[in-house]
T-cell receptor
Framework: ELKVEQNPLFLSMQEGKNYTIYCNYS?????LYWYRQDPGKSLESLFV?????AVKQEGRLMASLDTKARLSTLHITAAVHDLSATYFC????????????FGTGTRLKVLA | DSGVTQTPKHLITATGQRVTLRCSPR?????VYWYQQSLDQGLQFLIQ???????AKGNILERFSAQQFPDLHSELNLSSLELGDSALYFC??????????????FGPGTRLLVL
């Protein structure tokens, strides 16, 4: 079964702290995406990761990809309240019927 | 504002009915993607069109169909609606076929409620 698992599902953290969201996937994939969704809003693309060892950073967010472990991480550095949102990872599967498979999402709440 | 537009924003209908959701991609984008987001199923990819042709197919029910027109706008048709079809339907667009570093830009969504 093709699966994309994220953990944690919920994350409440203090401003200024660091934390990591994990995304494990079971299918072969040639791309991994990270998205942000604010409550009641649409999705915003954050990162596209292609190759093993890829690392991308934007502000306080850094995403990395380990294709051998089928694992991606989204690291949050010195969290601020504005980062409160739900974060989704998604993989572009290169096998099976389903092209883009999403994780369950991680709801992040940054407390002031 | 992503530049992707979707109409209508909200839709309330009854079981057994048929509805059409419309998406206009960003100017210059050739691909349109359709996604469904519900509490039960989470985010699911439905289908992708690239320059008028079906490019990739996901978890789309047989009761659902889509097409992309020559002006590149797309429509998602949902028929024989069931309560479980109530969801937020997003479309997204990208410049090319979706490979490489391409970013998908998402529309604001259409919220469908089936009563």
């Amino acid at each position: 079964e093709l699966k994309v698992e994220q953990n944690p599902l919920f994350l409440s953290m203090q401003e200024g702290k660091n934390y990591t969201i994990y995304c494990n996937y079971s299918t072969t994939s040639d791309r991994l995406y990270w998205y942000r969704q604010d409550p009641g809003k649409s999705l915003e693309s954050l990162f596209v990761l292609l190759s093993n060892g890829a690392v991308k950073q934007e502000g306080r967010l850094m995403a990395s990809l380990d294709t051998k472990a089928r694992l991606s991480t989204l690291h949050i550095t010195a969290a601020v309240h504005d980062l409160s949102a739900t974060y989704f990872c998604a993989v572009a599967s290169t096998s099976g019927t389903y092209k883009y498979i999403f994780g369950t999402g991680t709801r992040l709440k940054v407390l002031a | 504002d992503s530049g992707v537009t979707q109409t209508p924003k909200h839709l309330i209908t009854a079981t057994g009915q048929r509805v059409t959701l419309r998406c206009s991609p960003r100017s210059g984008d050739l691909s349109v993607y359709w996604y469904q987001q519900s509490l039960d199923q989470g985010l699911q990819f439905l289908i992708q069109y690239y320059n008028g042709e079906e490019r990739a197919k996901g978890n789309i029910l047989e009761r659902f169909s889509a097409q992309q027109f020559p002006d590149l706008h797309s429509e998602l048709n949902l028929s024989s609606l069931e309560l479980g079809d109530s969801a937020l339907y997003f479309c997204a667009s990208s410049v090319g076929g979706g490979g490489g570093q391409e970013t998908q830009y998402f529309g604001p969504g259409t919220r469908l409620l089936v009563l």
